[in-house]
């Protein structure tokens, strides 16, 4: 009988377990195995010229680095072997012993992901993303590291640009369009004294569109301020109370499903910019009646906690999964459930929402888990120095 092997059958190891072992696959012996695998280590590393790649020893000192590391830093191999990495940090890194931190992460966890201004050689600066693996041992004693690196100026140069982009079109589309709206509305106005039927439809429809363009303009002026760091706000003392009724009362109107009731109650002023904190309340608020189509409440209290005045907005709604609740106060991020039951909106809100709480030293966190509803809590500093009792 033939008992040649078949070419599809994978290579066996001693065990009798199939393998992707280099000797195994090769039937080769330990030493030159590993010598193959050096050389295409090597090979494979100097062929990354868009990557600075080099390897430290367990205290930081250079040992090996590559063509994209000398293109990259300035530094030759022969200027850099021996150096510690530390090199390559601003001085400001140094003096808080960021090298010494990232090394003990990547020992603790495997690999350390990096995002950060490096220096080379000639003190120039860029900004840099990469990777430290620990190689370590079997007992997760670190031997030394391995660091990939890539420049990410002129992703970073492009994200600006883009940015500015938006920033310039959204300001110049925003005068237009308010005009369009203004003369909607008076077509608005005499097709109901005249017309009917589908004229009216349509100047209602056209009305509508325009103000979702204009909400949407108004949040890429938002983003765009807040990025560069021209979010100015209006400080002054206000009632809470009296604002939060004021945007439940705006919101009631156009919402005949659910009630919003109100909770609790703030006895002092509250210092801030009352129109960009009832931007928060408009948002969260339009938010829990958006994501609980089923449900018909929501219910808005206010409170003191410790240093903070806090205002918490509560629905019945879909949730939030946990995994997902940090993500949501990012840029254009949209759960799962809202494109799941295909509920309208851009992913802005949140975002924005949060940087006017941050702006005004405050925050806004939340408490949900899916299908179990969300409590959203807007946290901003009481003004404790200043006794301002609601007259
Ligand atoms: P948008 O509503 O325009 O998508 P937001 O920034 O206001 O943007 O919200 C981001 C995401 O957070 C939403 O897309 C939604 O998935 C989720 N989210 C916000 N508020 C709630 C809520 N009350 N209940 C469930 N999901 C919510």
Redesign the pocket.
């Known amino acids: 009988m033939n008992k040649k092997k078949k070419i599809t059958e994978l290579p066996q190891s001693k065990e009798g377990k199939y393998s992707s072992r280099l000797s195994d696959v090769l039937s080769l012996g330990q030493h030159e195995s590993f010598r193959i695998a050096d050389n295409f280590y090597r090979l494979l590393v100097e062929s990354l010229t868009g990557y600075g790649i080099f390897t430290t020893d367990k205290k930081g000192n250079i040992s090996s680095w590559n063509g994209g590391a000398q293109k990259l830093f300035g530094y030759t191999e022969k200027d850099i072997i021996g150096e510690n990495a530390s090199i390559i940090f601003r001085q400001e890194d140094i003096n808080h012993t960021e090298l010494q931190k990232q090394l003990k992460k990547a020992t603790k966890k495997g690999k350390v992901s990096i995002e950060r201004y490096h220096v080379r050689k000639d003190s120039s600066l860029f900004w840099a993303s990469g990777l430290i693996f620990s190689l370590g041992d079997e007992d997760n004693i670190a031997r030394g590291f391995t660091f990939i690196i890539r420049d990410l100026t002129d992703i970073m140069e492009l994200g600006k640009r883009k940015d500015s982009f938006i920033s310039t079109a959204s300001h110049e589309l925003r005068t237009p369009i308010t005009s369009m709206k203004l003369y909607a509305q008076i077509i608005e106005q005499e097709i109901k004294k005249t017309g009917s039927g589908i004229q009216l439809e349509s100047v209602v429809e056209l009305n509508n569109q325009l103000n979702k363009f204009i909400t949407l303009m108004d949040y890429l002026l938002d983003v765009a301020k807040i990025q560069k760091e021209k979010l100015e706000l209006e400080k002054n003392f206000f009632d809470m109370d009296e604002l939060i009724e004021e945007v439940m009362a705006t919101i009631q109107i156009v919402s005949s499903k659910h009630l919003i009731t109100r909770q609790g109650g703030i006895t002092e002023k509250v210092y801030g910019d009352r129109s960009r904190i009832g931007q928060i309340l408009a948002?969260?608020i339009g938010?829990?009646i958006?994501?609980?189509p089923t449900s018909d409440k929501v219910i808005v209290t206010s409170g003191v906690e410790k240093n903070d005045v806090v205002v918490a907005i509560k629905?019945f709604?879909?949730?939030?999964l946990k995994s997902?609740q940090s993500g949501?106060f990012s840029r254009f991020?949209?759960?799962k459930?809202?494109v799941l039951y295909k509920?309208?909106?851009?992913?802005?809100?949140?975002?924005v929402?949060q940087q006017i709480a941050k702006a005004h030293g405050g925050k806004i966190t939340l408490e949900?888990d899916e299908g179990n509803?969300?409590t959203?809590y807007i946290k901003i500093p009481r003004n404790l120095k200043t006794k301002n009792e609601k007259k």
């Open positions: 948002n969260l938010n829990a958006k994501y609980s629905d709604g879909y949730g939030i997902e949501i991020y949209r759960a459930s809202a509920i309208e909106g851009i992913g802005l809100g949140l975002y929402a949900s509803g969300s959203f």
